[in-house]
């Protein structure tokens, strides 16, 4: 798909250099069109050579657009239209007789000369400079009368307007582009400090985790198994900031990776037999507040499944889906037994507890398989 939405991870020159873009494609179309519905209009070139020349400008416009979503060469993309919009002037120019409307147009292009690199715009705007120079000459000669380049006032004018907006490009690069990167290395340290931060609370639960772990009391069962709950539910949490120190977001978490990690987590720590799953969750990500909250209460879900009601196999379902601004989350399991006699206290206030917290919406259902469906905004 060719045409991308403006959202927030295309930056304000990505957003510039695709509306000059599409700009010159319209531009392109429309003097297209108005060559083959007025022909002559044109002077000094044939109908032929004319669409021929600007069906090759299209072309390489839209390789341009093309290359550009493809591969991001943000550099490539607007040297490419740098020449080709600064190309096509300067054919014009000549095409008509260096018409003084025509001979300011030659400004158009140095508009672009704010999204190339330090490098690139000495490079090319020297070019630029010969090229231009090479043109005007070629015209002081090829028309003496003409009203600008034989008359030095209007002429050193025109050369000021030229040196202004490329002043415009430089000015911007010294200035606005240096406060850009500022901000940009200030962010990502910012960045690097939150991974770090999420990292070092990961490693903390891990260790309070461990230490539930090592006060297991053997002769003393309902402890060991409070313990258990409660180092699987610091388990729910620390799996959260692990999956935002390895990714790039903050604010949201990836619903889909969550479940899958959490769920082979409790299934590996607590299943003793052969355990199915069947998840279905696309392109869902939930922020950071209600993860926790909808982990923990899976965490409580899936420990009395896996405790109580599959200790001979079976097959879990959990399901996420949206509709319009509602979350609707299911899970079910294909064991048996009542919900009421199954599950302890402790944890049925908890799952009371996290529903409350999502503000969430709970749908009854029959007591046959252990089933929950709830529905809550992020």
């Not at 050579?49 to 591969?71: A, D, E, N, Q, S």
């Not at 096509?88 to 190339?116: K, S, T, V």
């Not at 911007?172 to 500022?182: A, D, N, R």
Request: some cysteine.
């Amino acid at each position: 798909m060719l045409i991308k939405k403006f959202d927030k991870t295309v930056s304000h020159r990505e957003k510039f250099l695709l509306i000059l873009i599409y700009s010159y494609l319209v531009l392109t179309s429309l003097a297209l069109l108005g060559a083959i519905l007025s022909p002559k209009n044109l002077v000094n070139i044939s109908i032929e050579v004319y669409l021929f020349v600007m069906l090759g400008k299209f072309i390489l416009v839209f390789y341009t657009l093309y290359h550009f979503k493809k591969y991001g060469e943000f550099q490539f993309a607007a040297v490419l239209i740098l020449w080709i919009a600064s190309l096509n002037i300067m054919f014009n120019i000549y095409m008509r007789n260096y018409n003084i409307d025509i001979i300011y147009a030659i400004l158009i292009p140095i508009i672009a000369a704010p999204l190339l690199s330090r490098k690139n715009l000495i490079r090319h705007g020297i070019l630029f400079f010969i090229l231009l120079i090479a043109l005007f000459i070629y015209g002081y000669y090829a028309y003496p009368q003409h009203q600008v380049l034989h008359n030095p006032w209007l002429f050193v004018n025109y050369v000021i307007l030229v040196i202004f907006m490329l002043n415009f490009a430089i000015i911007y690069h010294i200035f606005i582009e240096h406060h850009t990167q500022e901000m940009e290395i200030s962010n990502k340290q910012k960045d690097f400090l939150l991974k770090e931060i999420h990292h070092r609370v990961k490693n903390n639960l891990n260790m309070i985790s461990s230490i539930l772990g090592l006060q297991k009391r053997e002769d003393k069962p309902e402890i060991t198994e409070l313990l258990e709950s409660n180092r699987k539910r610091i388990d729910s949490i620390a799996i959260v900031h692990e999956l935002l120190y390895d990714g790039d977001e903050f604010e949201q978490i990836d619903a889909k990776v969550y479940v899958d990690k959490l769920v082979n987590h409790l299934i590996y720590a607590c299943a003793s037999s052969k355990i199915e799953t069947e998840i279905k969750i696309r392109n869902i990500s939930l922020t950071l507040e209600t993860i926790i909250h909808l982990g923990l209460l899976m965490q409580e879900l899936l420990t009395n499944s896996l405790k109580h009601a599959l200790t001979k196999g079976g097959k879990i379902y959990i399901s996420i889906e949206k509709k319009d601004k509602e979350f609707i989350f299911t899970y079910q399991d294909s064991g048996i037994f009542s919900k009421k006699s199954s599950i302890i206290n402790l944890g049925l206030e908890l799952i009371d507890l996290k529903i409350r917290q999502l503000k969430a919406k709970r749908y009854e259902a029959d007591e046959r398989p252990y089933f929950y469906k709830i529905s809550f905004l992020d």
